[in-house]
């Protein structure tokens, strides 16, 4: 999808965040610091993928900038959900026309990590271990060659500075 790919990531932040709006799943300011704080942790944990073991997340060359985050989430979503592609359009229109992330969510001094758990909680979940640890827990096999496993590995990367391995 070209067009997310021209976005500036400003743009690519406030489309990630108007979609989630659309379907009421963007957290008022204190839950997304919240989910942060959770993501925070989890990029430091070995993530549990459903029925699959072994080394299952893509690496990433250091930590990734907010922007692109956003952008390889969009492209992610539109590539993977089909029925959210015109819903991620209509999010470019509206920021091209002037519309910003919805103002209770602020990119500032919340990480994007929240919108990118958010925007992908039907492959991806933060769950809580017996040791009360938060950790990525992934429903899907074959991660490490997957677009979702990459995707995971440069949010990880963003928490941590690292591969996220």
Do not use: C
Not at 36 to 61: H, K, L, M, R
Request: glycine residues 8%.
């Amino acid at each position: 999808m070209s067009e997310v790919d021209a976005l500036t990531d400003e743009q690519a932040i406030a489309v990630l965040a108007l979609v989630l709006d659309r379907d009421r799943r963007l957290p008022d300011l204190t839950r997304a610091r919240q989910l942060d704080a959770q993501i925070s942790e989890a990029a430091g944990q070995p993530v549990e993928i459903e029925g699959a073991t072994g080394p299952n997340v893509a690496t990433a060359d250091g930590p990734v900038a907010p922007g692109a985050l956003a952008r390889d989430t969009l492209a992610y979503l539109a590539a993977e959900r089909p029925d959210v592609a015109p819903v991620v359009e209509r999010a470019i229109a509206m920021t091209r026309q002037g519309f910003s992330a919805p103002s209770r969510f602020d990119p500032v001094t919340v990480g994007v990590g929240a919108l990118v758990v958010l925007a992908l909680q039907t492959d991806l979940e933060l769950e809580r271990t017996t040791a009360g640890k938060w950790r990525f827990k992934v429903h899907k096999k074959a991660l490490s060659d997957s677009v979702l496993g990459k995707l995971l590995g440069k949010l990880i990367a963003t928490y941590t500075g690292d591969s996220g391995q």
